[in-house]
């Protein structure tokens, strides 16, 4: 039997499109099927051409025996199909609340109606009188690969050496092996435009263990680090790394294919295969020198603590010296008594016009 598919355009993502390609892995490798349409997503399209013959539609007769039309269609266009046994028109949508639509009349061109769902038919019953078929939406996927989830939290500059080069060349590595990957990079590099599919730049976080003992690995490819506190607080939470062969990698303990990977500063010596299917577990002590630094800081103490306040602009435009920066009109932050007090009494900025502060609250 010779089934012909009506799909005039393709969106790059849609349910239509998975519809489609569900029919084509569940029931296309016995059937003879052929997709016709006018335009679309390339991407959409070429992974329909191992499972359907695939054609351009332009007005031409198509002898078939089942014509299915997967939108409303034009009658010039439903015409053109030729179809010896039936016109079958799906229902994808909820015509009355998706598009507004208060009334329907069947098309005496087509010989059935067949909604996705029940709801998807109710929906027709409201507005036509006439209660369609029902045939749920296929499911069709491979068993879904991990998710490899990535974190690097750098500044990205020039002392960290060719830092960004290297991570988009590991990143293209795992595109190349068709390793699926999410990459938060925490840093305050703006001039840098991430355009490698997978990798997100994200603005600098002051907790960022939260986020690495949520991932599989943090990576850091720098050319040296003196002591690398990224690379320590992911061991620390559990967070296997990847790191170039800097010193103080090693000197902090990571051990490559024990609690990380370690590679060459040319990048030569990867296999993203193993990254991806061997993630390690491990246990680390960290050396964080506690008795080096109660001896430096002497005996324990109980220290007055400056009482803090937070204080709010008052008026549309005044330049914070002390963090360089200007605040506008509703500013909020938080400042030591001290420079509270001067911020509200400095009779200089009252008179050139700068702010007036007012103390907000006192915060223990």
């Known amino acids: 039997m010779k089934i012909a598919f009506y799909i005039p355009f393709f969106n790059n993502i849609g349910g239509v499109e998975s519809w489609i390609y569900y029919i084509g892995k569940l029931y296309g490798k016995d059937r003879d099927i052929t997709i016709y349409y006018i335009d679309g997503d390339e991407k959409q399209i070429n992974r329909l051409l191992p499972i359907f013959k695939v054609k351009k539609f332009y007005n031409q007769e198509i002898n078939c025996d089942v014509a299915i039309f997967a939108y409303t269609t034009p009658d010039k266009e439903i015409e053109c199909f030729k179809a010896k046994k039936e016109r079958v028109q799906f229902i994808h949508a909820c015509y009355s609340v998706a598009y507004g639509i208060k009334e329907f009349k069947k098309n005496p061109l087509i010989d059935r109606y067949i909604a996705v769902s029940q709801t ?15 045939i749920h939406n296929p499911i069709y996927f491979d068993k879904p690969k991990k998710v490899l989830r990535l974190i690097s939290a750098t500044r990205i500059a020039e002392d960290k050496g060719s830092i960004w080069e290297k991570m988009k060349m590991f990143a293209n590595m795992l595109i190349e092996k068709d390793i699926p990957f999410i990459w938060l990079v925490f840093t305050n590099n703006t001039k840098i435009k991430p355009n490698i599919r997978g990798i997100t730049f994200m603005p600098p976080e002051l907790k960022i263990t939260d986020y ?17 506190l990224s690379v320590k607080e992911s061991l ?49 002590k960290v050396n964080n020198s506690e008795k080096e630094w109660n001896n430096l800081l002497g005996k324990p103490c109980k220290p007055k603590k400056d009482k803090l306040v937070e204080v709010i602009c008052i008026v549309n435009r005044f330049f914070d010296i002390e963090h360089k920066c200007y605040r506008k009109k509703g500013d909020r932050w938080i400042v030591d008594e001290e420079r509270a007090k001067s911020l509200i009494n400095s009779k200089q900025q009252r008179a050139e016009g700068f702010t007036i502060m007012q103390l907000v609250d006192i915060i223990d």
């Open 120 to 134: 998807a038919a109710d929906d027709m019953y409201r507005i036509s009188g006439f209660m369609p078929e029902v």
């Open 236 to 284: 620390c939470v559990g967070t296997p790394v990847l790191v170039t062969n800097f010193d103080s990698a090693i000197e902090n303990g990571v051990v490559d294919g024990k609690n990380g990977y370690i590679f060459n500063m040319d990048m030569t010596n990867i296999d993203v295969e193993k990254v991806y299917n061997n993630i390690p577990k491990f246990e680390y």
């Open 212 to 228: 690495i003992a949520d991932s599989d690995y943090l990576v850091q490819f720098s050319k040296t680090e003196a002591d690398c």
